[in-house]
T-cell receptor, first 109, second 119 residues
């Protein structure tokens, strides 16, 4: 089956720093989403981005489907950005929606 | 926007009890819903795909007799953990998308999850 790997697995930043999170997938996908999981387990949808680039405030994302990766950029990080970030993909030709391995981010004040 | 409601939010029960979790699409009809399980500090693992009016499709390693899925209507799917044991304690979450062609227009909408603790 498809492999969805995220890097880095863990990341510690000082407040105000920028970061790039990566999502690599091993097979063709129909769409891709980025989520932030809060401490209560809720998945907050950040981007629905099957291809191209989108921006929302301090966050932006780029998906290059032909090269099978997506990037999430966080600029001027804040302590409230701490948590776990997941990418998830809809696998082409299947009815499966698969999550990546996750990146655990901690932003220090 | 599309809303998925999941109940209960948390449940604590004794070993051997069966527990039912509901997943509802509130403002759209969902022919397909997904069920996931998440253990502490791990990713979300797809358990099964729930299809309205037909049997669920389970992922490899998921016991279909243990985790009963029913998708009787276009707005409701249920997951029943039968004869639950402490190792079934986990965070369970469902999702659904708005039907359409299976192209680039299917963002998933998630419930808030159910935290299950078996004593």
């Amino acid at each position: 089956g498809i492999q969805v790997e995220q890097s880095p697995p863990d990341l510690i930043l000082q407040e105000g720093a920028n970061s790039t999170l990566r999502c690599n997938f091993s097979d063709s996908v129909n769409n891709l989403q980025w989520f932030h999981q809060n401490p209560w387990g809720q998945l907050i949808n950040l981007f629905y981005i099957p291809s191209g680039t989108k921006q929302n405030g301090r966050l932006s994302a780029t998906t290059v489907a032909t090269e099978r990766y997506s990037l999430l950029y966080i600029s001027s990080s804040q302590t409230t950005d701490s948590g776990v970030y997941f990418c998830a993909v809809y696998v082409s030709g299947t009815y499966k929606y698969i999550f990546g391995t996750g990146t655990r981010l901690k932003v220090l004040a | 926007g599309a809303v998925v409601s999941q109940h209960p939010s948390w449940v604590i029960c004794k070993s051997g009890t069966s527990v039912k979790i509901e997943c509802r699409s509130l403002d759209f009809q969902a022919t397909t819903m997904f069920w996931y399980r998440q253990f502490p500090k791990q990713s979300l693992m797809l358990m099964a795909t729930s299809n309205e009016g037909s049997k669920a499709t389970y992922e490899q390693g998921v016991e279909k007799d243990k985790f009963l899925i029913n998708h009787a209507s276009l707005t409701l799917s249920t997951l029943t953990v039968t004869s639950a044991h402490p190792e079934d304690s986990s965070f369970y979450i469902c999702s659904a998308d708005i039907p359409g062609d299976r192209g680039f227009n299917q963002p998933q909408h998630f419930g808030d999850g159910t935290r299950l603790s078996i004593l």
